[in-house]
């Protein structure tokens, strides 16, 4: 069981950027694959960045692709986030995911990952 805690989100104009923060207690003795999605209203959660459980790979949705970094600290308890040129269509509630069992083929399905936060609203203006 790990519990996960987002921070960091908030308002941005068009072109600025924000930091999320994603805490992971608990079980954190065992390997997790970690990820962020983000979700918009009437939207399915959609897949924005994650790393497997296995190593230090970044796997990224072309839409925050060279805009966005995901990065974690050495404990692999602290994940992050950093968004540069955020757009209005960046505008969602991001999540924080965790999973110690997940195949590469599932990484972008919302619904493979057993772990969630509670969420962070990023607001982009334009």
């Known amino acids: 069981q790990v519990e996960l805690a987002e921070s960091g989100g908030g308002w941005v104009q068009a072109g600025g950027s924000l930091r999320l923060t994603c805490t992971a207690t608990?079980?954190?003795?065992?390997?997790?694959?970690m990820g962020w999605f983000r979700q918009t209203p009437g939207k399915d959660r959609e897949f924005v960045a994650a790393?497997?459980?296995?190593?230090?790979?970044?796997y990224y949705a072309d839409s925050v692709k060279g805009r966005f970094t995901i990065s974690r600290d050495s404990a692999k308890t602290t994940m992050f986030l950093q968004m540069n040129s955020l757009k209005p269509e960046d505008t969602a509630v991001y999540f924080c995911?965790?999973?110690?069992?997940?195949?590469?083929?599932?990484?972008?399905?919302?619904?493979?990952?057993?772990?969630w936060g509670q969420g962070t609203q990023v607001t982009v203006s334009s």
């Open positions: 608990g079980s954190t003795s065992r390997r997790y694959a």
């Open positions: 790393f497997r459980q296995s190593g230090s790979m970044e």
């Open positions: 995911a965790a999973d110690s069992t997940l195949i590469l083929s599932s990484l972008t399905n919302a619904g493979a990952w057993d772990y």
